[in-house]
């Protein structure tokens, strides 16, 4: 079975711009959540959407928005992006409904806002 | 509010046990993960916690008391592959949202 693949890898952009990343869970799960890490915050919770549908939603300023397709597949999406917004972005897939199912986590987009 | 603690770093010897504490307090409290993230990697999964006790898994042991707000992490015969950051995360309610602590540096020496 094919694990959590995120695309881009690594991304250059400069202060305003937006961008893009992609995520395809596991085959067969229908939970994607996301997470921004940095070294001086950590690993922070962004949103979790199951079945196309937001579950769930951290603190972070509206700029930051993503959705999920019927595939399961879920992209993100930062709009005018800030210096402070380079981070390692990881996105993780679980299986059930139980927020006790363990999270397979992606490889990450490296983001660098310039 | 939700608040997660771990120790920054911690420095061990090649062969020995070492122990990394985790305290929580937060709301909805299911569970509680470990995860290992070598530099540059994604995190693994280590192990889950839901009931009070110790769950054992080779040379890695994880233990929970809920009443305390208390985990820990037990690392047996260190190897040098140990050297890696190991989270803890704690999940409440029926959603996927994970909740990190900062995470802890462990480095093995020979």
């Known amino acids: 079975k094919a694990g959590v693949t995120q695309t881009p890898r690594y991304l250059i952009k400069t202060r305003g711009q937006q961008v893009t990343l992609s995520c395809s869970p596991i085959?067969?799960?229908?939970?994607v959540s996301w997470y921004q890490q940095t070294p001086g915050q950590g690993l922070q919770f962004l949103f979790e959407?199951?079945?196309?549908?937001?579950?769930n939603k951290g603190n972070f300023p509206g700029r930051f928005s993503g959705r999920q397709f019927s595939n399961s597949r879920s992209e993100m999406n930062v709009s005018t992006l800030e210096l402070g917004d380079s981070a390692l972005y990881l996105c993780?897939?679980?299986?059930?409904?139980?927020?006790?199912?363990?999270?397979?986590f992606g490889p990450g987009t490296r983001l660098t806002v310039l | 509010g939700q608040n997660i603690d771990q120790p920054t770093e911690m420095t061990a010897t090649e062969g020995a046990i070492v122990q990394i504490n985790c305290t929580y307090q937060?709301?909805?409290?299911?569970?509680l993960f470990w995860y290992q993230q070598h530099a540059g990697e994604a995190p693994t999964f280590l192990s889950y916690?839901?009931?009070?006790g110790l769950e054992e898994k080779g040379r890695f042991s994880s233990f929970l008391s809920r009443s305390k707000g208390y985990s820990y992490l037990l690392l047996k015969e260190l190897q040098m592959k140990d050297s890696a950051s190991y989270l803890c995360?704690?999940?409440?309610?029926?959603?996927?949202?994970?909740?990190f602590g900062q995470g802890t540096t462990l480095q093995v020496k020979p």
């Open positions: 993780a897939s679980s299986a059930g409904t139980s927020g006790s199912n363990e999270q397979f």
């Open positions: 085959s067969g799960h229908r939970s």
């Open positions: 959407y199951f079945s196309e549908t937001q579950r």
């Open positions: 937060t709301s909805g409290f299911n569970g």
């Open positions: 916690n839901v009931l009070d």
């Open positions: 995360a704690v999940t409440g309610g029926n959603t996927g949202k994970l909740i």
